[in-house]
């Protein structure tokens, strides 16, 4: 990379980087309760403080949850769309439907299991991206086909979710969150389940980008220096799956975000997957950081959720990619 593209990259960094500090500030604030940065720090490191401890139980879990469902989301679009050679490709195509159903079930029938959620919607997503390539499969994967299947997989899971929802008659809180891609009430427990699996997708992730570079090459050409196009391709997918699996457990199904915010920053930093993906991982917490905190005010003292808010900004937004894309993937 060029000095001068160190440079450019590092500045969008840093402007990203002040959005979502910026961005995580002004959520915090978001409500009665208003803090100054002096009575926060003193709150949280000096002396006990009653509001602070307030916004630290019921505000700081949501930043957080929504920060990193945003992340997770976003690198997953960056996966998929190298899997598929596609720029508009979305974490839906594949899995995040079965982890949805997954997680539907659990919360509706063994809350007991509750903790276990992220690890079973895991193993949802795992058994629809399993089904949608084995149905794909045919003298290798085509990525057109995958996603074509990938479609057609997620209507049935996405059927299967609402009518489950149906039958338990949306009372119940767990089922209806995941559902209805509600994160108000998140406590410390769901930060703590939904950390480690995040930060473990998005190493594992970052450390792929290699593969993920090459998977942009065409077949032929990634065949000619020696890979294997299918088990790279399953790999990244599976990274991928487990990103969109996790984040779907505890934010519900986001669409857009793993379209809009990959597609945004190959605009801004090129299609280099080294850096590609943490500036992905910045922009889509920022995202939905910034969606969540609008559906918390716009409406108050009533709450959109931030999906709703990202499906009304991201269907334009994909008529307008859909209008520029070509079939040739990273323009």
């Not at 457990?249 to 669409?255: D, L, N, Q």
């Not at 915010?261 to 500036?279: D, E, N, Y």
Request: charged fraction near 10%; glycine fraction near 10%; include cysteine.
């Amino acid at each position: 990379m060029k000095q001068t593209e160190r440079k450019h990259n590092a500045l969008w960094f840093i402007l990203v980087l002040a959005l979502l500090f910026g961005m995580t500030y002004i959520s915090i604030n978001t409500g009665s309760i208003e803090l100054s940065m002096k009575r926060l720090y003193q709150g949280l490191f000096v002396a006990y403080d009653a509001d602070v401890a307030t916004v630290w139980d019921l505000r700081f879990p949501r930043i957080i949850i929504a920060a990193l469902g945003g992340a997770a989301l976003s690198v997953s679009g960056v996966l998929f769309q190298a899997c598929m050679k596609n720029p508009i490709a979305d974490p839906g195509i594949i899995g995040v439907r079965g982890a949805s159903f997954a997680a539907v079930l659990v919360a509706g029938l063994f809350p007991t299991l509750y903790f276990f959620t992220p690890m079973l919607a895991f193993a949802g997503g795992i058994l629809a991206c399993a089904m949608v390539y084995l149905l794909a499969f045919r003298n290798g994967l085509n990525p057109l086909r995958i996603i074509l299947v990938g479609v057609a997989v997620n209507a049935v899971f996405s059927g299967l979710t609402q009518a489950f929802n149906s039958m338990t008659g949306g009372n119940l809180s767990g089922v209806a969150s995941i559902a209805n891609s509600n994160i108000a009430q998140k406590t410390w427990d769901d930060v703590y389940i939904i950390t480690g699996y995040v930060l473990l997708g998005l190493v594992l992730a970052w450390i792929s980008y290699h593969q993920c570079d090459l998977l942009s090459l065409s077949d032929q050409t990634a065949r000619g220096l020696g890979v294997n196009v299918t088990l790279v391709r399953i790999w990244i997918s599976l990274i991928a799956v487990v990103l969109a699996s996790i984040a779907t457990a505890e934010v519900g199904v986001v669409s857009f975000i793993g379209l809009i915010v990959p597609h945004v920053a190959r605009l801004l930093v090129g299609s280099a997957h080294k850096v590609l993906i943490p500036f992905t991982m910045i922009g889509g917490a920022f995202l939905m950081l910034m969606a969540d905190t609008l559906g918390r005010t716009i409406a108050a003292p009533y709450e959109i959720p931030a999906s709703i808010l990202l499906s009304i900004a991201g269907g334009p937004m994909l008529i307008i990619l859909l209008r520029r894309s070509d079939k040739a993937y990273g323009v």
